[in-house]
């Protein structure tokens, strides 16, 4: 079993930044391909970033390429999405997610069996 925990969200004015942190415990972490979703209110759960087990591949939506940078640091279970010149557009919540698979695993949320309990992100115009 899997365990999830973000961390990192907050208020923040337009143009500012995050960085959010997901740290894993419970299975093998630096195997896994691991992604980030967000859902804004009243609309569907989607895809945000993703990144390979090693690193070295990274995957955006193109609504935050150039903004957010995905990375991981595997000698501490942990992934982070840092997000810069954040827009009132990108408030969400902010989930990370994985299902233990090494290989790119798409966008779509239910292809996903491990979630965090998510971190609030609102950024004020």
């Known amino acids: 079993q899997v365990q999830l925990v973000e961390s990192g969200g907050g208020l923040v004015q337009t143009g500012g930044s995050l960085r959010l942190s997901c740290a894993a415990s419970?299975?093998?972490?630096?195997?896994?391909?691991m992604c980030w979703f967000r859902q804004a209110p009243g609309k569907e759960r989607e895809f945000v970033a993703a990144?390979?087990?090693?690193?070295?591949?990274?995957y955006y939506t193109d609504s935050v390429k150039g903004r957010f940078t995905i990375s991981r640091d595997n000698a501490k279970n942990t992934a982070y999405l840092q997000m810069n010149s954040l827009k009132p557009e990108d408030t969400a919540v902010y989930y990370c997610?994985?299902?233990?698979?090494?290989?790119?695993?798409?966008?779509?949320?239910?292809?996903?069996?491990?979630w965090g309990q998510g971190t609030q992100v609102t950024v004020s115009s």
């Open positions: 419970g299975g093998t972490f630096s195997r896994y391909y």
């Open positions: 997610a994985t299902n233990r698979a090494t290989r790119p695993s798409g966008t779509n949320p239910s292809d996903y069996d491990y």
């Open positions: 990144i390979s087990w090693s690193g070295a591949n990274t």
